[in-house]
């Protein structure tokens, strides 16, 4: 048996007025999608547990099989494994975005949060400011270290956990000063950023950006803490041997912890125009290599959200149908064996609020030995799936898909 995890982060979202009351599933074009949900089921999945805050790294451990009510331990640190960073128990990792703020004539306090991802910083950009915050921050106790376009990480030694953060996405648009860091290391990290202020203004990297047009990764923002994460191997849990498949450091992350591979797919950014077509070629040969189970993870509807991008989280979805699926299916369905598929958000992230919230996801599953549900959804999309089966949480969806 071979299993195939598809997540679209984020893409879930109400119905827009812009599209004539439809959502962005039921307006893209996903013909492979949605011929698969007329063979197989669609239902809703509750992937946020009560109580718990609506972001990926708990919506992802719980669309992989883990409950995050016991396995939860931040998010950062979950990024910090896939960066290769070896982490003591006594360690606190947090992640550290670089960010725009304006206008820049106002004090810190008074300046807004106008873009979480600093314009979708490169990668290369991103690493020279993030060395120029190292050698001007930096500390026998802290460390910065460059990670994925925007996405970054601090490492606390001997550190707190003690401490109100604030993601960056959640504010956008708003003062700033209404959510700076607070609790007992409140001050040291709300003091790291202010301090990081002036020194990302001025550096050449950003001076450039401004020159050509683009966002100025100005600040850094901090957030997401927690200690080192221990989760159950995954072929102990589920007695399957896999492979995570995604450009952002927290799903690989989720993967090494669980003892998956994690597969780096040159070209993959976590934006619309990521490489579809090699990440598809990665997961069919991670079949071929006897892997039983892929989990490829597409982050682009989810930028798209936050950028209040209603194009690009369509045509992220359509990409998604057309380069993802359509060719792992293909292989899937003349490799020999029996196989299942599940599609499903992580989370939705409405493009009203450009920001995660907590209701239940639909998902589409599909296996090639049991016969369509009754009656077969027309389709894949959010009103399909509150006419069909719910399940409780992801954990408990992922013990059904992985049932023997």
Known sequence: MKYLIVVPDGAADEAIEALQGRTPF????????????RKGTVGLVDTIPAGMPPGSDVANLSVMGFDPAVYHTGRSPLEAVSMGIDMAPTDVAFRCNLVTLGPEDVPYEDMRMIDNSAGEISSAEAAELIAA??????????HFYPGVSYRHALIENEGSTDVELTPPHD??????????????????????????FPLLKEHPVNLARIAAGKRPANSIWIWGQGRKPALPPFQEKYGVDGSVISAVDLIKGIGLCAGLESIDVEGATGTVDTNYAGKAAAAIDAFRRGKDFVYVHLEATDESSHQGDLAGKIRGLERIDAEIVAPILQYLEGCGEAFRVLVLPDHYTPLRIRTH???????LYYGSEEAPAEPAPLS?????????????????????????
């Open 26 to 37: 039921e307006a893209a074009d996903m013909p492979h999608i949605d011929a698969l949900a």
């Open 133 to 142: 915050v190292e050698a001007a921050l930096g500390t026998e106790r802290l």
């Open 171 to 196: 504010i956008l648009d708003r003062r700033v000063g209404d959510y700076l860091p607070r609790g007992a290391d409140g001050p040291l990290m709300e003091d790291l950023m202010r301090r990081s």
């Open 357 to 363: 919230a907590a209701q239940p996801v639909p998902y």
């Open 380 to 404: 894949y999309c959010e009103k399909e799936g509150e006419k069909g089966p719910r399940f409780a949480s992801g954990y408990a969806l992922a013990a059904h898909f992985f049932r023997r």
